[in-house]
């Protein structure tokens, strides 16, 4: 509990901001719900074939994982709070149209042929008969969906979207308690609050209700409206980063570097955006600008034609910027130092015991539980390339994010995991690194990627990013990511650290 606190009161600047971000992306879900769902049911009701399909519908919805939905929309929204808002109001439709479909059908008959035989309009009937009788049913659809909004807008951190979810992301990367709960509490609390403050207007009558949530639209628009009249108009740069420590690092790095000395450029980062398909898709459908690839990956993952590794990184380098700008009309910027490059790690007992020294001892033990990052799982350069060239085949395969599967394996939970040879675990659970005795693995330096016509526009970016050209050690970035993912400091204080001590940025703020 002391750490939660002392690391809410560090941050809470952040926290605050982030809470108020979620707080923004569930009231404009909602209201959008309420827009939508209560209007289209009442205009429903007498037309049930039509509503029982529409119900059918938003229950179909439902069962599709909000993940799916969300990298759905990216090449046709975009990322941010666009398609989160989207996927939050898919998702809340049904509670919400559901109960008012429902309340509003069953009223009971008698009750309507006296209004009939009163000689009462349909609107009338609707606003003081049905209304009224189904409100309580209403405001419990819509209490159902407020919970379910707030805490599926975590989510909208995976797609640059902001709010609490950034503190559970940045929890279960970094391994940092303090951050994942205060992130999943004040979700939480949230969802409580907003419950409670439901339940307190089922006892405020319709028409001040209805007006009510006029007046909040409205405010709520007009808010947003000035916000965006009276924002500065400087050019946005989007960068976006990969989940973990270190592609944190890294953007947070770039963006000192653009935006020193810059005042008319601001740089917006998207951390934790997801694996390398869904960067890549990103950066050609112009969603993002910038983000940090790695050679190796270019060459297994992304371009055509180069599937057998060359372990020079010179070579490795020119040939992923060849084929990036040829194939895709992309442009590589130079690369940093060190290599990140993939590897298998065990325990010094598992080691030990089982007399493991390279990649081709694993081949006799495929008894071992294996623990994976989805993308290593599923990659030409992970695990299927690994199973051709040093036929491994475990019995067992897990996909785990970084952190949990360190943890897994120094617990004895797996036998075996892969790994970055810049990952601070290795050395926090003194794990031993397997010699890639085939060189499977090829190259992977750092480097910005981006599309050409983006380089061409913008030569200063391109100037201040080269700075990082050959900079950078292998040691350098394990002592950073060590600071980021153990010890818990700032990904952004340690960036900047970095480069005021080697003179890449000027030492005053």
């Given at each position: 509990?002391?750490?939660?606190?002392a690391?809410?009161s560090?941050n809470?600047?952040?926290?605050?901001?982030?809470?108020?971000?979620?707080?923004?992306?569930?009231?404009?879900a909602?209201?959008i719900t309420?827009?939508?769902?209560?209007?289209l049911?009442?205009?429903?009701?007498?037309?049930?074939?039509?509503?029982?399909?529409?119900?059918?519908v938003?229950?179909v919805?439902?069962t599709?994982p909000?993940?799916?939905?969300?990298?759905?929309?990216?090449p046709?929204?975009?990322?941010?709070?666009?398609?989160a808002?989207?996927?939050?109001?898919?998702?809340a439709?049904?509670?919400?149209?559901?109960?008012?479909?429902?309340?509003?059908?069953?009223v009971d008959?008698?009750?309507?042929e006296?209004a009939?035989?009163?000689g009462?309009?349909?609107?009338?009937k609707?606003?003081?008969?049905?209304?009224?009788?189904?409100?309580?049913?209403?405001i419990?659809?819509?209490?159902i969906?407020?919970?379910m909004?707030?805490?599926?807008?975590?989510?909208?951190?995976?797609?640059?979207?902001?709010?609490l979810?950034?503190?559970?992301?940045?929890?279960?990367?970094?391994?940092?308690?303090?951050?994942?709960?205060?992130g999943?509490?004040?979700?939480a609390?949230?969802?409580?609050?907003?419950?409670?403050?439901?339940?307190i207007?089922?006892?405020?009558?319709?028409?001040?209700?209805?007006?009510?949530?006029?007046?909040?639209?409205?405010?709520?628009?007009?808010?947003?409206?000035?916000k965006?009249?009276?924002?500065?108009?400087?050019?946005?740069?989007?960068?976006?980063?990969?989940?973990?420590?270190?592609?944190?690092?890294?953007?947070?790095m770039?963006?000192?570097?653009?935006?020193?000395?810059?005042?008319?450029?601001?740089?917006?980062?998207?951390?934790?955006?997801?694996?390398?398909?869904?960067?890549?898709?990103?950066?050609?459908?112009?969603?993002?600008?910038?983000y940090?690839?790695?050679?190796?990956?270019?060459l297994?993952?992304?371009?055509?034609?180069?599937?057998?590794?060359?372990?020079?990184?010179?070579?490795?380098?020119?040939?992923?910027?060849?084929?990036?700008?040829?194939?895709?009309?992309?442009?590589?910027?130079?690369?940093?130092?060190y290599?990140?490059?993939?590897?298998l790690?065990?325990?010094?007992?598992?080691?030990?015991?089982?007399?493991?020294?390279?990649?081709?001892?694993l081949?006799?033990?495929?008894?071992l539980?294996?623990?994976?990052?989805p993308?290593f799982?599923?990659?030409?350069?992970g695990?299927?390339?690994l199973?051709?060239?040093?036929?491994?085949?475990?019995?067992?395969?897990?996909?785990?994010?970084?952190?949990l599967?360190?943890?897994?394996?120094a617990?004895?939970?797996?036998?075996?995991a892969?790994?970055?040879?810049?990952?601070?675990?290795?050395?926090?659970?003194h794990?031993?690194?397997?010699?890639?005795?085939?060189?499977f693995?090829p190259?992977?330096?750092g480097?910005?990627?981006?599309?050409?016509?983006?380089?061409?526009?913008?030569p200063?970016?391109?100037?201040?990013l080269?700075?990082?050209a050959?900079?950078?050690?292998?040691?350098?970035?394990?002592?950073?990511?060590?600071?980021v993912?153990?010890?818990?400091?700032?990904?952004s204080?340690?960036?900047?650290?970095?480069?005021?001590?080697?003179h890449?940025?000027?030492?005053?703020?």
């Amino acid at each position: 509990m002391n750490s939660v606190i002392a690391y809410f009161s560090k941050n809470e600047q952040a926290i605050i901001s982030a809470l108020l971000q979620h707080i923004e992306l569930s009231v404009i879900a909602v209201l959008i719900t309420i827009v939508i769902a209560i209007p289209l049911a009442a205009a429903l009701i007498n037309h049930h074939k039509i509503g029982e399909f529409i119900l059918q519908v938003t229950s179909v919805i439902q069962t599709i994982p909000s993940l799916a939905i969300l990298g759905i929309l990216i090449p046709f929204v975009g990322i941010g709070t666009v398609p989160a808002v989207i996927a939050l109001v898919l998702y809340a439709i049904m509670p919400v149209f559901q109960n008012t479909y429902a309340g509003l059908t069953n009223v009971d008959p008698l009750l309507i042929e006296a209004a009939d035989a009163l000689g009462v309009s349909r609107r009338f009937k609707l606003f003081r008969v049905q209304f009224p009788l189904a409100l309580p049913m209403i405001i419990s659809g819509i209490r159902i969906a407020v919970v379910m909004v707030i805490g599926t807008a975590t989510l909208a951190a995976l797609i640059g979207g902001g709010g609490l979810g950034t503190y559970i992301l940045l929890g279960i990367q970094t391994n940092n308690n303090a951050a994942l709960v205060v992130g999943a509490v004040l979700a939480a609390l949230l969802a409580l609050l907003a419950s409670g403050l439901i339940r307190i207007l089922v006892k405020v009558p319709l028409k001040k209700l209805v007006i009510g949530v006029a007046v909040l639209v409205v405010l709520f628009g007009g808010g947003l409206g000035m916000k965006h009249l009276m924002t500065p108009k400087v050019e946005n740069i989007v960068i976006a980063g990969k989940m973990g420590g270190e592609p944190e690092i890294l953007i947070n790095m770039y963006k000192d570097l653009i935006e020193e000395d810059n005042p008319h450029v601001k740089v917006t980062l998207k951390r934790n955006f997801g694996g390398t398909s869904f960067l890549f898709k990103a950066l050609r459908s112009q969603k993002i600008d910038i983000y940090p690839e790695f050679t190796g990956t270019v060459l297994q993952s992304l371009v055509k034609g180069h599937t057998t590794p060359d372990p020079n990184p010179v070579t490795t380098y020119q040939t992923a910027k060849r084929s990036l700008l040829q194939q895709f009309q992309m442009s590589y910027l130079k690369p940093m130092q060190y290599q990140n490059g993939y590897g298998l790690t065990v325990t010094r007992t598992t080691a030990r015991k089982d007399h493991l020294k390279t990649f081709s001892d694993l081949k006799n033990h495929p008894e071992l539980m294996a623990a994976f990052d989805p993308d290593f799982f599923q990659q030409a350069d992970g695990y299927p390339g690994l199973q051709k060239a040093y036929g491994l085949h475990f019995h067992q395969v897990r996909t785990m994010e970084p952190s949990l599967r360190y943890e897994a394996l120094a617990k004895g939970k797996v036998g075996v995991a892969d790994a970055y040879t810049t990952d601070p675990q290795i050395k926090q659970y003194h794990l031993v690194l397997l010699k890639d005795n085939q060189h499977f693995f090829p190259p992977y330096q750092g480097a910005p990627l981006m599309r050409k016509q983006f380089m061409q526009q913008h030569p200063d970016v391109v100037k201040r990013l080269n700075k990082l050209a050959g900079k950078v050690t292998t040691s350098e970035m394990q002592k950073m990511n060590y600071q980021v993912t153990v010890q818990h400091q700032k990904a952004s204080t340690v960036a900047k650290t970095y480069l005021k001590t080697h003179h890449l940025i000027n030492k005053t703020d």
